[in-house]
């Protein structure tokens, strides 16, 4: 596991251009005795006994545009790509729990292993559920794990309900005067108006939703055509939404067009509101969470059953809309590159949890599974 964790790292592929990490990935499971369906993404099958139940485990992988700062010895080959936020270990504990199902063979039905691209825009889970993925390969459940840099190595997470955020993407256009920098009268500065939009919207979380929802509203970027002396005419402002719930999320669009009307109005500009959204909120069904929690037990002491929900996203959230399922997170511990950020260019996956999340991978397959008595 070690082996492939460090190759994919070095090899890195952002999302739906994975092709050298699909074909390794696809390789591995052949050579481990799985049936093996490459497409969208890399599907791996693993049938034993005469059972008729069916569960799918995913690990992602897609790298990010991230150039890396580290120094260990299997650091990105890949100038500006990097594996920043664990997928590489994701795949190697997926590839590993194979291997060991498919060596021991103590369990009674079938296992489909999903090796998805893209997750980090929410499009790859989307793009192989329409190619059918759950069609051909009928599952009852569905299952994953994530890393969790600053958590103890090794501890388990999970939680029944809302486990992580929705992301929904904003672009606020305001079409203003340009004009003179000496003369701000003459026309209507589109930094000002931003400036009023961008104080307003921290209202919605502040003011018009309860403290328990959970939202998060940023403005991101703040694009104008001014220059030197050159008092904008247009500015754009572009943000990130999360929110837990359906219903907050269309609370926070109307708010959201609401307060730019109202402001519109009061400068006598035009501005218009794309709001779409990236990722739905990632939801665990009950008795998926239940099994977790009893496979986690065969692997480690370390176990929080109702964790506090997170509030990145993940595109899992439609596998598991589309078949119940359970989101977890893994522990990679809280010391040097293994308790960075996600997303940081000095982070680093743990191999030290590599044989937890496999052994974790197999008893869960053995749990759902079970062989039955003769």
């Not at 059972?51 to 799918?56: L, P, V, Y």
């Not at 008795?287 to 037990?297: G, Q, T």
Request: charged residues 25%.
């Amino acid at each position: 596991m070690v082996g492939y964790r460090h190759l994919f790292h070095q090899r890195p592929e952002l999302g739906f251009e994975e092709h050298e990490t699909a074909a390794k990935v696809a390789e591995a499971l052949r050579s481990f005795g799985l049936e093996v369906h490459e497409g969208v993404g890399v599907v791996g099958v693993l049938r034993n006994g005469k059972g008729n139940r069916a569960i799918a485990l995913r690990a992602d992988m897609d790298a990010l545009p991230i150039h890396e700062a580290s120094t260990h010895n299997h650091v990105s080959e890949k100038p500006g790509k990097m594996h920043a936020c664990g997928h590489d270990g994701h795949m190697a504990m997926l590839l590993g729990a194979a291997k060991r199902l498919a060596d021991n063979r103590d369990f009674d039905g079938t296992v489909v292993f999903l090796f998805q691209p893209n997750e980090e825009h929410g499009l790859g889970a989307k793009a192989m559920l329409e190619d059918g993925v759950f069609n051909r390969f009928p599952v009852e459940e569905v299952y994953a794990i994530h890393n969790l840099p600053g958590a103890p190595m090794g501890e388990i997470s999970t939680r029944v309900g809302i486990i992580c955020s929705s992301e929904s993407l904003f672009e606020i256009e305001i079409e203003g005067q340009g004009g003179h920098a000496s003369m701000p009268q003459v026309g209507v500065d589109a930094i000002l108006v931003g400036a009023d939009v961008v104080q307003a919207l921290q209202s919605i979380v502040a003011r018009k939703l309860p403290p328990s929802a959970g939202a998060v509203v940023s403005v991101t970027e703040f694009i104008t055509d001014g220059q030197r002396n050159v008092l904008p005419g247009r500015a754009k402002l572009k943000g990130d939404v999360r929110t837990r719930d359906p219903e907050t999320r269309a609370a926070v669009e109307r708010f959201m067009r609401q307060i730019t009307e109202g402001i519109a109005a009061a400068h006598g500009v035009r501005i218009t509101v794309n709001f779409r959204t990236e990722f739905i909120e990632t939801i665990n069904a009950e008795e998926p969470v239940n099994a977790v929690l009893r496979a986690a037990a065969e692997v480690t002491d370390e176990i929080i059953p109702d964790r506090i929900p997170m509030s990145f996203s993940e595109d899992f959230a439609h596998f598991s809309n589309a078949v119940p399922g359970c989101f977890l997170l893994l522990g990679n511990g809280q010391d040097g590159a293994h308790g960075r950020p996600l997303h940081s260019s000095d982070y680093d996956f743990n191999d030290d949890v590599l044989l937890t999340g496999a052994g974790f991978w197999a008893a869960l397959a053995k749990q759902r599974l079970p062989l039955k008595d003769t």
